[in-house]
């Protein structure tokens, strides 16, 4: 090839490698898929609960507990947060070959303030979240941190001053809803299960009103207040539009739940927590204006039937998921 053909020969090689880097250059980047809202919103719920379990001592940041309620609270919610974690299908990692970050470097983590902020996160997207079985899983998981939460609390309290009362009207404190109040003054819930609501409370009023019977002093005392709040319940609910009054004069109650202190305290736990799992069954596809009141009226129920048992964390019964159906 002569001296001129190869001068060619480059200047074509070079006209073509300037071209490719041209094209490589004004080629927009890729379009990479990216992760939609209820996506997004589970990874966000996700992020939560894995704070919280870093935060028990439990995760891959352990920090122990530092108070009496700290404690309570971090040996309620290991187990639960990992049960809570599993159902949202564990934390986020971006690449398969790398293992879920501590939510935070070795400081020492607030359990007691990151089960909170858990709580109102779960809360506030369960009211917008578009995907109804995503709204039911951040409803309950919102719920069982409010529980967990009061819980620890209660038997901090209990073990120390007990100045809170066994008996009390209890709701979710938290300005993710809309009220805090555990009947509606409007609901879109079917006004025949409304009236079976009323019914429940009806029964367990009257229920109250045999343990009473059949006690004295401070312990009939609470059953009367007790009493009071079920049928003041009824009441409310019964007057809500369309709703039938179905409520009955007497109704029964088996007699060997009534023979002791220690059998009345049993009937009475078994009435709060049959309450407690009505309701937070309802939360699976409530509608966003329903799940405030039926929240509170979970978390009234299940923090009455805990009130009412020893003040420990291994006697606290409410599941990590309230309302879920076991798949055991």
């Given at each position: ?308 048992g020893e003040p420990t964390a291994e006697s606290f019964a409410v599941p990590a998921l309230p309302g879920a159906v076991?798949?055991?």
């Open positions: 090839m002569t001296a001129p053909l190869l001068r060619a020969s480059a200047v074509a090689v070079a006209v073509l490698s300037l071209a490719a880097c041209s094209w490589r250059v004004e080629t927009p980047p890729p379009e990479w898929p990216s992760p939609g809202p209820v996506t997004q919103m589970r990874d966000a719920a996700a992020e939560r609960e894995q704070a919280v379990l870093d935060a028990t001592g439990h995760g891959a940041g352990a920090a122990g507990a530092t108070t009496a309620q700290a404690s309570v609270l971090s040996e309620i919610e290991a187990g639960a947060t990992q049960e809570r974690l599993d159902a949202l299908g564990g934390l986020y990692v971006p690449y398969p070959d790398q293992s879920p970050s501590p939510s935070s470097s070795g400081e020492p983590r607030d359990l007691i303030a990151l089960a909170m902020s858990a709580r109102d996160g779960h809360l506030a997207d369960a009211r917008v979240a578009e995907d109804p079985d995503l709204a039911f899983l951040l409803s309950s998981a919102g719920l069982s941190h409010a529980l967990s939460s009061w819980y620890a609390g209660w038997v901090a309290d209990a073990i120390t001053e007990s100045t809170q009362p066994i008996v009390a009207e209890r709701t979710i404190r938290s300005d993710e809803l809309a009220t805090d109040q555990p009947a509606p003054a409007t609901t879109s819930v079917d006004p025949d299960v409304v009236a079976e609501l009323a019914v429940m409370h009806d029964q367990a009023g009257y229920a109250y009103e045999v343990l009473a019977a059949r006690s004295a002093d401070a312990e009939r005392d609470q059953w009367i207040a007790r009493r009071d709040i079920h049928r003041d319940r009824a009441a409310a609910l019964t007057q809500l539009p369309g709703v039938e009054d179905r409520r009955d004069a007497v109704y029964s109650l088996p007699g060997d739940g009534t023979a002791g202190s220690a059998a009345r305290a049993a009937t009475a736990v078994d009435l709060e927590t049959h309450a407690a799992q009505t309701y937070a069954g309802m939360l699976d596809g409530a509608a966003a204006a329903d799940l405030p009141w039926l929240l509170n009226a979970a978390f009234d129920a299940y923090a009455q039937a805990a009130a009412f076991p798949t055991d």
